[in-house]
């Protein structure tokens, strides 16, 4: 039985400025206040939204990071308290054994609630980040059992399983997707990808894309909330720049795995049989 | 790098008939003998296309089992020596242990090369069948390293997961996908799977449904070929009742795993952080 909960979440597709971290800020400020206006009580913002994402090396990156304690995170820690939401936003983080790290921090009214650092790395920012090494983070809140990661590590559904298996109704994702060739017609492959991940854990997405080119990238502009079943219910907002997306999210219908008289997307998993997916390209581990 | 190697696989989206096994092998030959003529080199048939799918009970579908020396095997090992293909398609297995499994065959020119028995199963099959323990075969064949399995198993990510680290570069999957409520416009929740499962593990993909109204069940009638990105090169078909999709599929792209610069998906797995989907709902294993 779905147990009626739903909660209205936001994904706010803004274009933040590279370098420009004040600029940032008062953009968060901005579509945040907007999103709770509009009764979004979960507020998801891109990828490194703080900082911008196309650091030239690592030099530039580590002049823009930020601790947890410093100006962005304490805006939105406010911002949380003020307005009763729950924000889940990226930004580059300084961390204390001097390394830096693609992280995003989920706020709410008791402030910082848990922070995460991107296990899977994309691209450039091999040369830039440390990957987290920790599982995604799942977080009672008031407006839900709430998970957090980083665009490409949605492309491991391993990684997906973890905060499904531990319980989250929802799981929000911040992400900078660049954009590239896609047959005419064709939904984004990103946002497939999420509608599968949806789909087969029973968790409701909430994955919040950019927009604005940055140094020769364009972003896909995806941003989309999903449903337990893996169907759209705001968005893809498909290069339409600035978007605030809102959705009901029914958090009761992603506690109930069930999908047949039969059938439990938890309970017909058969992880005896599964021991393969710790193999390292191929070779078993150990 | 992506080699050129290139294969033209087949899905026959047919309509079997419950119970009318001659039936069945002539609708079998029929279209296979289309494909090939076609130009198919690697042709897959729908789950349970040798018996049907809505056994009234096990007495019926134990009546309707074959083994593999039966005389639908016989025919489609016959078709793929004389045609000179590989033919993936469903049957109802009797197994010498007297129990029954929904199983598919991979058999080419060399005759029986694999037997798959479906480790997921859906709904009333559970009261019917039990179900496979062995991942899914990985086969090299003259037109590809193909892999099999069933339905229900492309909704678990690890078990995909497994036949593409075993450097699968096509996985033939027979379905019969039950047709459900979706939303208006959206494309069928189990092709996003489809096109999901393709896009993480960069293998292609050809999962070949059925149509045709059966004791109360219509079907999603949804066959489709998707290559490594994820995206489709044929259907998915749409409720166009009998349809025979073709598509050139490229393998050598399936085994190229590059996405990026610095970006593979295998290479950028990290298995040491996975072990929690061995868990079993929610507890680990012990």
Redesign the interface.
Known sequence: MSTQKTVTAACCQVAPRIGELEYNRALVERVVRQAAQRGARVVVLPELVQSGYLFRDRVEAQALAETPDGPSLRLWISLAAELDIVLVAGFCEQRDDGTLANSAALVDAGGLRALYRK??????E?AIFS?G?A?PPVVDTAFGRIAVMIC?DL?????V??PA???AELLCAPVNWPRGP??AG??P?EV??V???A??NRMTIAACDRHGHERGVDWVEGSVLVDA????LAGPAGEGGEQLLLASLDLGAARDKRI????D??????????????????RA?G
């Open positions: 296990a899977h790395l994309w691209d450039g091999k990957p090494d599982a490409y492309e491991f559904p391993e990684w399983r973890l298996l531990a319980g896609r047959p064709e939904r492959a497939v990808r509608q599968a991940n789909a087969v079943d893996g169907y759209p047949s008289g039969h059938n997307v938890q309970g017909d998993r058969r992880p005896e049989l599964y021991a393969g997916v710790l193999a390292v390209q191929g581990l």
